[in-house]
């Protein structure tokens, strides 16, 4: 008992230490591919959200995009000057600019978004599958127009232009937003983010874990699994699943603040219905409702085109130029993903259960 | 004093009177037998029941206080639990977890206490899962805890169904079919199940085909045909009822 144990916290700390170390060896490539892993580890967390709501609960969600949006555009807000610039009664109040400090935006950014997540999910409970998904891609939509919209009659989101000179975060009186110095050793602002959205990604992951082996995990896979069974065993089904929405919208709400922050400019482009599939592609090409199956899907797509785009170039040379890179790179994105769902249907890391109950997956 | 007490109890589905007006006295510690031939509204009465349809009129009444069977879940904690005629396990989780399930309304540790791994979750925990372990070994399927439901045979689910019922504690334990398919061995470890069950203080109502083992098991039963109560008694009164024979080979053998 002992023995498999220590292996497996010696393996925590070796892959602990080894993300922790990741970016000061990528910064010295080039800062591009810092960005890759930082923004990589966002979509980790926006995929362990919709893992709760689509790999637990069973409830299929295109529209999850919009809790990343309602988190972004809420930090923008609460850290730009563009309310105070717009308001005068705002520039009365905070003379010195809103500013809002990491510790507030963390639960805030959750907040909301759990309260948009009830507000999906409470004209959804009845709905499941197809349908479900075709009313939760609505909402994506909603949102994003709304975004668009609403700078008539007041401004408030600024429209399409989008908002800009957000604050970058800082932790600790530590400004993530320009590179730290320690005596002669330069440690870029991008490597900061990463490691800020790294302890995000731990702390959801144990979350995460600890959801899925409880009474609540239990009860959303029983959902998942049976809806009139869950019922007849006594789970309020109505309550599990506006949790289930509102938990995972509040990891979206998180990622949607860190993004704002990292970025310094948000606009309604970010958050298209495109983002909502990848993130649903993400949870299911990784492995749907097993944690390092999410983790790794949610890598692989982010970093593919990023990837991709250096490959691309290349490939681009040798049909003459005539092929666009960027129209290359999507069918690139396109084939490895039939390719995966081909070889690997349940997933590239599926959960043990799922593997052994796919036809075929003995054969793999 | 009854038990559970179903008066006058209608339900429709558009042209066809399902249920018309069916009355059901339980009383505490029976084993009580639901008969009728095919599409007589057995099920129908069961759903209505457990609430997962809702009745068009009649009044319920568990353990001498009326309740309404509006919403599944209310009627799981006021006592009734049910398993299915074609079964409805969690397929995808293991054994144990599905009696875990059964164990949900029981516990109240949430989210809060799971993420937190609070002292209250842990201790919780561990007695869900003691519990979840006793009722396997209960219904004799202990050893396959840790494998998935859909791998169990056709008996073994069954059986599975009834531990997950336990779990949630129930006054009144109602089985549908239970019996269906399972071949004559497995009927007999059914039959000493089910005397167990009400030896250990639980009410039964029991919806089932197999006329030998109603005879066997019930104390009363009642005859649906045609959505309506034609015959209640003991077996052996329900057996020599001339409308029973009636509904269940037709009037055609009398001459």
Redesign the interface.
Known sequence: MMQPMRHRWLAFITAGIGLLLLPLFMQELGAGWVRIVALAMLYVLLALGLNIVVGYAGLLDLGFVAFYAVGAYMYALLASPHLAETFAAIAQHFPQGLHTPIWMVIPLGAALAAVFGVLLGIPVLKLRGDYLAIVTLGFGEIIRVFLNNLEHPVNITNGPRGLDRIDPMAVWGVSLGKPLLLGDYRISSVTLYYWLFLALVVLSVVICHRLEHSRVGRAWMAIREDEIAAKAMGIHTRDMKLLAFALGASFGGVAGAMFAAFQGFVSPESFTLMESIMLVAMVVLGGIGHLPGVILGAVMLAALPEVLRYVAGDIQNLTGGRIDAAILRQLLIALAMIGIMLLRPSGLWPSPERRAATPGAARA | MSFLRVEAVSKRFGGLQALSEVNLSIEAGQIYGLIGPNGAGKTTLFNVI?G?YTADGGRFELAGRSYKPT???QV??AGI??T?QNI???????AL?NV??????R?K???W???L?SRS?RE??AS?IARARSLLAYVGIERYADQ?A?TLSYGDQRRLEIA??L??EPRLLALDEPAAGMNASEKRVLRELIERIRHDGRTVLLIEHDVKLVAHLCDRITVLDYGRCIAEGSPEEVQRDPAVIEAYLGTGHRG
């Open positions: 457990t997962l919403s599944v879940h799981a904690l639990a049910r299915f409805r396990l969690f397929a995808e989780m293991s977890d875990r399930v059964g164990c949900h309304i516990s540790v949430g989210a206490g799971a993420v791994r979750f919780e925990e869900i998935r859909r997950r019922a779990a949630t």
